[in-house]
């Protein structure tokens, strides 16, 4: 069982911003496309943002491009998911995924059904 463990998040204000960070265990981090998705209650997992293994490739929902920011730290085994000009729409369960990838894998991996590995989530609220 591979365990992904996400952090940060929490409340923070309309126009506000805040990170989540998301880390692995190294073997499978480091062989790894990263994604993250969210998801509010009733509503289906959705795709966010997605980064190839070397941090050269990152795809965005339309929904948080030009706010969103996602990074990774290869010698950390962390990705982070900067989040700016937040809006209300935007509170939801946030999850990282890894999808063990070769290293030349650029493709988009939005869907949920593309990652083998999950964290667990973390709440992000923006109150307006």
């Known amino acids: 069982q591979v365990q992904l463990v996400e952090s940060g998040g929490g409340l923070v204000q309309a126009g506000g911003s805040t990170r989540l960070a998301c880390s692995a265990p190294g073997r499978v981090f480091t062989r790894s496309t990263m994604g993250w998705f969210r998801q509010t209650p009733g509503k289906e997992r959705e795709f966010v943002v997605s980064i190839s293994r070397n941090g050269g490739t990152t795809y965005y929902a339309d929904s948080v491009k030009g706010r969103f920011t996602i990074s990774r730290d290869n010698a950390k085994n962390t990705v982070y998911l900067e989040m700016n000009n937040l809006k209300a729409e935007d509170t939801a369960v946030y999850y990282c995924?890894?999808?063990?990838?070769?290293?030349?894998?650029?493709?988009?991996?939005?869907?949920?059904?593309?990652?083998?590995?999950w964290g667990q989530g973390t709440q992000v609220t923006v109150s307006a």
């Open positions: 995924a890894a999808k063990q990838t070769i290293l030349t894998d650029v493709q988009r991996r939005s869907e949920v059904s593309d990652y083998a590995h």
